[in-house]
């Protein structure tokens, strides 16, 4: 792996990018690809007011198996705390993302102990953004290793799966719900050959990410994915309104689901 500048080369650039919510392995599957550890900053397992408000939309072009490659992190979605400097970074997303052509999209998806939240990101992006070629946006499934069991863990893999299929169906999401990839700890390796070979296929045309409904889109839509409700307001957040987060992703979990909302159920 060698990074290299971008005004370097004027070979072909396979452009890969990730989205997803904050402490969801992002920034770790890109330095998979590149086989560097170091090349996107990594904060953590704790989110803390301090490392989730200097986040960054970073871009690294780079060398890998001597073919060149744009790898795109992302700010995550649903973040605790508010990003500072919000506004002038969604400049730089707007500039490189919006309307650009990327050869592979990837949402990632911690499915240990966060479906509910990870559902509901995923459900923003599908409302907020919109791809030219749907079959080269892949939903990752990160943390499955922290199962106890590989039974566990493929339980979970098939629940969530149907629970994915069942939203796009009823919300008429375009998009390919078997478009779905596993990373963890056993497929890391595989998982950057599928990516590289997704990536360089000249079968496939890239897809152009766009936002949803451009006859509705202001610069809120983006302010209020990346950021929280607080995002114009002060750096920390109360832990009330912590509270408030995590009860609004039940809230929207146990809504998507017909079974929840049966009036005979008690909760």
Request: glycine share 4%.
């Amino acid at each position: 792996m060698e990074e290299i500048n971008i005004n370097d080369t004027n070979n072909s650039v396979y452009r890969v990018i990730v989205l997803g919510e904050e402490n969801s392995l992002k920034s770790t599957i890109l330095n998979s690809l590149s086989d560097n550890r170091n090349l996107f900053p990594i904060n953590g397992e704790k989110i803390t007011k301090e490392n989730v408000s200097g986040k960054k939309f970073y871009s690294k072009k780079i060398s890998i198996d001597n073919k060149i490659f744009e790898l795109n992190d992302t700010i995550g979605i649903n973040t605790t705390f508010p990003v500072s400097e919000l506004k002038s970074k969604l400049i730089k997303f707007k500039t490189n993302v919006l309307n650009q052509k990327f050869n592979v999209v990837l949402i990632t998806f911690p499915i240990y102990k966060k479906v509910a939240s990870s559902m509901s990101t995923l459900e923003k992006i599908l409302q907020t953004f919109s791809f030219s070629n749907n079959q080269n946006v892949y939903i990752v499934f990160t943390k499955g290793d922290m199962f106890e069991t590989a039974m566990q863990r493929e339980e979970e893999y098939t629940n969530v799966q149907d629970d994915i299929k069942r939203l796009i169906k009823e919300k008429q999401y375009q998009f390919n719900y078997k478009n779905i990839l596993m990373y963890d700890e056993d497929t890391k390796e595989s998982f950057k050959n599928k990516i590289m070979l997704l990536a360089t296929d000249m079968n496939k045309e890239a897809t152009y990410v766009m936002i949803n409904d451009q006859i509705d889109y202001d610069d809120n839509m983006l302010m209020k994915l990346f950021g929280t409700n607080d995002t114009e307001g002060k750096e920390g957040i109360s832990s009330s309104s912590g509270i408030n987060v995590f009860f609004n992703w039940i809230k929207e979990y146990l809504n998507s689901h017909a079974f929840y909302n049966n009036p005979n159920m008690l909760l």
